[in-house]
């Protein structure tokens, strides 16, 4: 049963950079079934996909986010990982990892709990 | 358009059945998928391409599609289903994803 995990600082200052990372477990991802998405959800609003990155390290970005947004792998610790610089108060929001499906209709078939991250000063 | 359309809430007497739809153009050609999101804890899925569900997910959620407008159903509601269901499919390029605005289930 792969399960994934998010860590990182529950606090940013504005104009800084995001940073975290999850860790997946029971399962590789280097397999190709499957995207490493980052998805986030503002606190009492909807979820808001933000990109996920392939076995082969193409990534995939939402457009409104693309210019301060990486999303990268690290093989060797069976994590992926999100960059988002110049953050703003709207960037306050609970964040998940996920799994997504690369099959033709790309179900998130498998969520992190997520982490709230709160940009502020 | 990347946009998936749904109603914020809804209503379903215990033991009835209720829909709850998205609508939106890439619609016509990607599946929907579902998901259930009760309050504090992440979303799980529910249905996945159209009209098939993940282990441990109960046969009395479905879904359906027609033209633009993907649908899940509940039939006979039960008081743990009272959630928040989001869709989503891949958006009109078919490289990302777009979820819709979520529809509040309540169970009376």
């Known amino acids: 049963q792969v399960q994934l995990q998010e860590s990182g600082p529950g606090l940013v200052k504005p104009s800084q950079t995001l940073s975290l990372t999850c860790t997946v477990s029971g399962g590789s991802i280097t397999s190709g079934a499957y995207y490493w998405s980052w998805i986030r959800q503002h606190p009492g609003k909807g979820l808001e996909w933000i990109g996920f990155?392939?076995?082969?390290?193409?990534?995939f970005y939402n457009p409104s986010l693309r210019s301060r947004l990486t999303i990268s792998l690290d093989t060797s610790k069976n994590q992926f990982s999100l960059k988002l610089s110049s953050v703003t108060a709207a960037d306050t929001a609970v964040y998940y990892c996920a799994r997504v499906s690369s099959t033709a209709s790309q179900q998130v078939d498998c969520w992190g709990q997520g982490t709230l991250v709160t940009v502020s000063s | 358009s990347s946009e998936l359309t749904q109603d914020p809430a809804v209503s379903v007497a215990l033991g009835q059945t209720v829909r709850i739809t998205c609508q939106g153009d890439?619609?016509?050609?990607?599946?929907a998928n579902w998901y259930q999101q009760r309050p504090g804890q992440a979303p799980v899925l529910v249905i996945y391409?159209?009209?098939n569900r993940p282990s441990g997910i109960p046969d009395r959620f479905s879904g359906s599609s027609s033209g633009d407008t993907a649908s899940l159903t509940i039939t006979g509601a039960q008081a743990e289903d009272e959630a928040d269901y989001y869709c989503?499919?891949?958006?009109?390029?078919?490289?990302?994803?777009?979820f819709g605005g979520g529809t509040k289930l309540t169970v009376l």
């Open positions: 989503n499919s891949r958006d009109s390029s078919g490289n990302h994803l777009v």
């Open positions: 890439s619609l016509r050609t990607y599946y």
């Open positions: 391409a159209k009209n």
């Open positions: 990155i392939y076995y082969s390290g193409a990534a």
